[in-house]
């Protein structure tokens, strides 16, 4: 069995090179089982190798210059390579773990093998272990991919372990026809004839509305595409990334969003854009205008989860560079409001193509020398659980999203709720931004300066810091609600295990200091797993 495959799923095949893989990826930090738990690691290594894929993950590319680009079954899956299982050395510090991660997200697939990976990784500090997985995007977006993720684990601590995501089923859209023959591929029925007309209509009528109002001295307004400033991360992407990830608390930030009369992805905004600032001029690179972020914006309705990537996006601008964290917060609403209704006012297959437009533009541009990127930085926010969540009795603590680095846009921020949580993965790349813990904090302080409306002292340079256990988190200082932020909080989940053994008393790292990334482990240059990626909701 053969399917077609879709023109913007097609780009990030066509996209990909070894210096620019086009896969999306989440790492999953769990408590490690317990003696009641009637499971090991190695247990759930087998179970999952043991566990069948379903469509998309058993199928290959097939691509042909005389013939439609199709997906085809897999002949031969070898599922030790799909599913992999890794210890790290002691201490098994975050630091470690994270840079397993950037080395394995540097990879492209194997296409010769479904485009899918995850890895099992044990001997993480404060006895816990990790699922660190990757899926190309051609075959899922962000949404989705967290959707089915979420579909192997469940809310009872007392259900066994789940499928993987690759091998459960999910509510999915029906998928339309696909065209047969090139004169249907190219022209296709009227309907089709006329959808197509509507489409570039709705897409010219906006250009040609901006264009206006532009030459009319009317500032500039809604989605902006090749408008950014040049920045040292808007350069060329090269082989190479760097993690980071942090956790911060989910109330504040959307109270702050709903005071702004915006949401919690307009102070995840606020927030990047005041870090990216203030770390653009530690280096004595300020910049004077307004960064512009390209924000994806899902189109799915609730429930469809077929596997394909189905948004649109934005060029938003941000805030005035030395506006404080409140001024900038509304500066973003605006910004989003306007390039919001342009988006609402297409049809939903018009927003689907002024994507794909977009993309394409972008990465034809790049083919050709030009320097001007699409936009600074991706910023993404993906609905995750909103309760806790567990893997055969093992709490989950925080799922850390590691996006795809898109042409001339060398930082990618994405977020996750997640019980409670904002968990926060910064994906950059390792020559122009080989630090993203210090983003990652400098974005600590700047909540911090919007919950208190203060302006906090500058943050120092980032600084690896040990592992501290959650349970001692929990005695911050209620004031101190940002400090919450640093590690992933195990919610209730303890009530379903054994009580844990008091740790003993030990130096407290600083209170805001996020996750850090360790010394890099063996892993052969092939071994890739893979993770859940980030699309952003139009909320």
Known sequence: MSRPIPTIDMLFMLAESRDTPQHVAGVLLFDNPTAKSGWTIQDLVQRYRDAKPIYPFNVIPKLSLSARPRWVDAADMDMTYHVQHHALPAPGSDKQLDELVERWHSVVFDRGQPLFQLCIVEGVSNNRFAIYVKIHHSIIDGASAIARILAGVSADPTDPIGLPFYAVKVGTKPREPAPKGLVSLLGGTTNDLLNRYKVAMDLSTSFWKKALARAGGAPASGSLPFEAPMTLFNVPILHGRSFARVTMPLEPMRQAGKAAGGTLNDVAMALVDSAVHTYLRERKQPLDKRLLALVPVSLREPGDLEATTRIS??????????????????????????????????????????????????????????????????????????????????????????????????????????????????????????????????????????????????????????????????????????????????????????????????????????????APADVPADTTPTVVPAETPAT
């Not at 919450?484 to 740790?503: C, I, Y």
Request: glycine content about 8%.
């Open 313 to 518: 996006a934005v060029v938003v601008p941000m805030g005035d560079s030395e506006s404080a964290m409140a001024p900038r917060l509304k500066q973003i609403v605006e910004g989003m409001k306007d390039a919001k209704t342009e988006v609402k006012g297409m049809s939903k297959a018009a927003a689907g193509g002024y994507s794909v437009a977009l993309y394409a533009l972008a990465q034809g541009l790049g083919k050709l020398g030009v320097k001007r990127p699409l936009a600074n930085m991706v910023i993404s926010n993906v609905p995750g659980a909103n309760k806790q969540m567990y893997l055969g009795g093992s709490p989950m603590l925080a799922v850390y999203p590691v996006n795809v680095l898109s042409v001339g846009m060398g930082l990618s921020v994405t977020l996750v709720s997640n019980a409670g949580q904002v968990n926060v993965g910064v994906t950059s790349q390792n020559k122009t931004i080989p630090d993203p813990q210090h983003l990652a904090s400098l974005m600590v302080q700047a909540l911090e300066e919007l919950t208190s409306g203060k302006s906090p002292a500058p943050a120092p340079a980032a600084q690896p810091v040990e592992d501290v256990p959650v349970k001692r988190v929990r005695k911050a200082p209620a004031k101190k609600e940002v400090a919450v932020v640093a590690k992933p909080r195990r919610a209730a989940a303890k009530a379903a295990s054994a009580p844990a053994k008091k740790a003993p008393a030990r130096k407290r790292a600083k209170p805001v200091a996020p996750v850090a990334a360790g």
